[in-house]
């Protein structure tokens, strides 16, 4: 049984050992992920901005924008009073007051209004009325430029020299605070009178905070209702919980994990969010395996659970061990494909991934089986609910680990009585969920992942409504030339469709920005894209780079299709090589990869559906943008294959071990299914429930991700595990094993057996 066998030895020589340890463990990785090493922790150590490509025309503007910005100058604060009568005393003198408040606040160089500055000259609002849109650089000009197209809002603007080192968000804070009791004292006479106050710092606090609440909520809810499942499947508390050991380890162990990565890779803040969820899924999976085959060996081998438990954990990581480390293994393979891809935020997800799905493994080959040997005794026994009257006759059924016929065997051997039926069936219902994929739009979000009503978000949406030409342009058109070079080739962008207006140029750092505004109100939507491919098809005197929300899409995008070509080869032979060295097939591994990708595109046809036509939205608690973000798809794809390899791997292990045992094909294929079908099943329930608990959160890159990978175990665990999988290898029969005869010998010198 080799070196998986000595392992179990090991442990149980010192089981109570292998569990402080890992208490102790379990507590440094949350300290370390939490507070850091110099009180910095996760959350404060990772970042938030575009998802930019090393070397691509928007990197290039981007960096330009970032080496030429003067230092000497902090971020800056806005406040967006809407919904006010512009002549109300009251409100002048309300916004006077809040101005003078701000002005006192260390650092603050200016607090414009159109009101007056402070410090500055005092404006005149009526001036400034008769001055909008003169475009002259007077204080009436200048007041008029802070006041709304609609003439009932206008903005409190408020400069800042350089922080330094300091972190501004608290000063930030301050100033809304200050704006929101203006704004108060306005309401007496204005009742509907609002205010929205954004900034960089703001932003990347509320996106932190919404992922931390997220990830809070996941976890209280999937957890709690993991329990509840494993508690039927196991019939007690204790054999349920074990596997909660290994997922709270896991947990903290994945959090340090990506605390030590975010000092080698840039992670974005939802790589925390969503590598945790496959970190927390994929511990109770391997979990659930683990307790499962130690009852089942316990019973097998029968008499004193105290002299059984020894062979039994012997035996247990001889097989369901090394169950979860080649799963393990293909599941890393799968996710690491991440690192294949250019832009930055994939390496960070996809190296996270790959360290969170190493600790889940390490945790279900150490901790469950130590504390699986130390309550083997009671594990043995039926627990309180199995003599409860009403519960009997359920865990007798969902618990029973010691048949080879029940549910599952008659399932498989009801589809292998009707395999063509099945096939065609499930292909048909796989095709047809795949169908929305064909009009599928990918996105990057930015402020829109955000909740509906985040006063950041509602910010940005009533800015570009109210203050069409104060806000950023779409498209930034930088060179290091001089702007009088491009007039002819700034008349061409003109004309290209979509184009409203070409901003002055902005001489930053001896070099030259120009802003292309466009005649849209979605700075990523199709319209700006094309005109983003539009402009960088016409052919400059000297050299441009084109920048902006839509040409980082664009450039984000070419990455990931460069990317997926490679990794999806090497997640290709891996698989072929992988499954061969577990079956001894040629034909097994080429079946899966085809059945995966079918599933696959069902999963993404249906977010699609969901996310990107906008249904459920209310069900569901989101917004559609029109498309699905970009990385997302690519998460899904990555994680979502490799689960459903978890989920072969637990079948073909069964399966194979049957064959092996000399079974017949079909007779391997049922008993396989009734062994693992339970196990199957119920990691699918759990890890749906995982995935669905974070489906709750806010962000909605993580709504689209838990939906997402929810509704791609769910599939997998039915219609292709349960269905489609047994009808296929009853279709094939003894073809399921062949391979070529120097295949053949190769697998019998270096072939994995159970």
């Not at 020299?161 to 306005?186: K, N, R």
């Not at 990581?317 to 891809?341: D, E, H, K, P, W």
């Not at 509704?711 to 009808?727: E, G, I, K, S, Y």
Request: net charge negative; charged share 20%; glycine share 10%.
């Amino acid at each position: 049984m080799g070196g998986f066998a000595r392992v179990g030895r090991l442990i149980a020589r010192a089981p109570r050992l292998v569990v402080v340890l890992a208490v102790v463990g379990t507590l440094g990785f949350y300290a370390l992920a939490t507070i850091g090493v110099n009180g910095e922790g996760l959350f404060q150590r990772v970042t938030t901005g575009p998802p930019l490509v090393d070397g691509s025309d928007s990197w290039e503007v981007y960096e330009a924008f970032e080496r030429t910005s003067d230092s000497s100058v902090g971020p800056g604060v806005t406040s967006y009073v809407m919904n006010v009568a512009m002549d109300d005393a009251a409100v002048a003198s309300a916004v006077e007051e809040a101005s003078a408040r701000i002005a006192e606040i260390d650092g603050v160089t200016m607090v414009s209004s159109p009101f007056g500055a402070v410090p500055g000259p005092a404006f005149d609002p009526a001036a400034a009325s008769s001055a909008r849109g003169d475009g002259d650089t007077d204080p009436a000009a200048q007041a008029a430029a802070l006041v709304d197209a609609d003439g009932t809002g206008f903005l409190i603007d408020v400069g800042f020299t350089s922080f330094g080192d300091e972190d501004p968000l608290e000063t930030h804070q301050d100033v809304a605070a200050i704006v929101a009791d203006g704004v108060d004292e306005m309401r007496a006479s204005n009742p509907d009178v609002t205010v929205a106050t954004s900034s960089n710092p703001l932003v990347f606090e509320d996106f932190t905070g919404q992922l931390e609440d997220d990830l809070l909520t996941g976890e209280m809810i999937a957890l709690p209702a993991a329990l509840v499942v494993m508690v039927f499947v196991f019939g007690g508390f204790l054999a349920a919980a074990t596997p909660l050991t290994g997922a709270i380890a896991s947990i903290a162990g994945g959090l340090a994990v990506l605390y030590g990565f975010s000092f080698l890779l840039d992670l974005d803040q939802s790589a925390v969010n969503v590598v945790s969820v496959l970190g927390i899924g994929l511990s109770i999976d391997y979990g659930l395996l683990i307790v499962s085959r130690f009852r089942e060996e316990l019973h097998r081998i029968g008499g004193d659970p105290r002299e059984a438990r020894d062979k039994a954990i012997e035996l247990t990581m001889a097989t369901a061990g090394r169950t979860v480390t080649f799963s393990g293994i293909v599941v890393a393979i799968s996710v690491g494909g991440l690192l294949l891809f250019d832009p930055v935020i994939m390496e960070g997800i996809g190296g996270a991934a790959v360290g969170v799905v190493t600790t889940a493994m390490v945790a279900a080959l150490t901790i469950v089986p130590a504390v699986l040997y130390l309550l083997a005794p009671r594990i043995a026994k039926p627990g309180l609910l199995a003599r409860v009257p009403g519960f009997r006759r359920i865990l007798v059924t969902t618990s029973n680990v010691d048949r080879e016929e029940g549910a599952f065997s008659r399932l498989a051997a009801w589809g292998q009585r009707r395999p063509w039926l099945v096939v065609i069936a499930s292909v048909g219902l796989l095709l047809a969920l795949a169908s929305p994929v064909l009009g599928i739009t990918l996105r990057n979000s930015d402020i829109e992942a955000l909740p509906a009503d985040n006063e950041r978000r509602e910010f940005v949406t009533a800015f570009r409504e109210g203050f069409p030409d104060l806000g950023e342009p779409a498209i930034w058109i930088h060179t290091l030339s001089d702007a009088g070079e491009l007039d002819g080739y700034l008349d061409q962008v003109a004309a290209v469709d979509g184009v409203r207006a070409i901003d002055a140029p902005l001489v930053q750092g001896g070099e030259t920005f120009i802003g292309v505004r466009l005649d849209v109100t979605d700075p990523s939507g199709p319209e700006a894209v094309a005109a983003v491919e539009d402009i960088r098809a016409l052919e400059a005197p000297v050299e441009v780079h084109v920048g902006g929300v839509a040409a980082t899409q664009i450039d984000f995008l070419d990455a990931i299709i460069e990317g997926a070509l490679l990794a999806g080869a090497l997640v290709v032979v891996a698989t072929l090589v992988l499954l061969f060295l577990m079956t001894g097939s040629l034909l097994v591994p080429v079946k899966t990869l085809l059945i995966n990708s079918l599933s696959l595109a069902a999963t993404l046809g249906v977010v699609t559906w969901i996310f990107g036509e906008g249904h459920l939205e209310g069900t569901l608690g989101f917004s559609s943008t029109g498309g699905i973000e970009t990385y997302v798809a690519v998460i899904i794809a990555a994680f979502g294959f490799g689960l459903a390899m978890d989920y072969e791997v637990f079948l073909l292990a069964r399966v194979k071990e049957y064959v092996d045992a000399g079974e017949d094909n079909d007779a391997a294929v049922r008993k396989g299914l009734q062994r693992s079908g339970r196990i199957i099943t119920s990691a699918a329930a759990v890890i749906v429930l995982v995935f669905l608990g974070f489906a709750l959160g806010e962000l909605l890159m993580i709504k689209e991700v838990g939906v997402g990978l929810a509704f791609a175990v769910l599939l997998d665990a039915t219609v292709v595990r349960m269905f489609l999988v047994p009808a296929t290898m009853t279709l094939l029969g003894d073809w399921n094993w062949w391979a070529p005869g120097p295949l053949r010998r190769l697998h019998a010198r270096i072939g994995v057996r159970h």
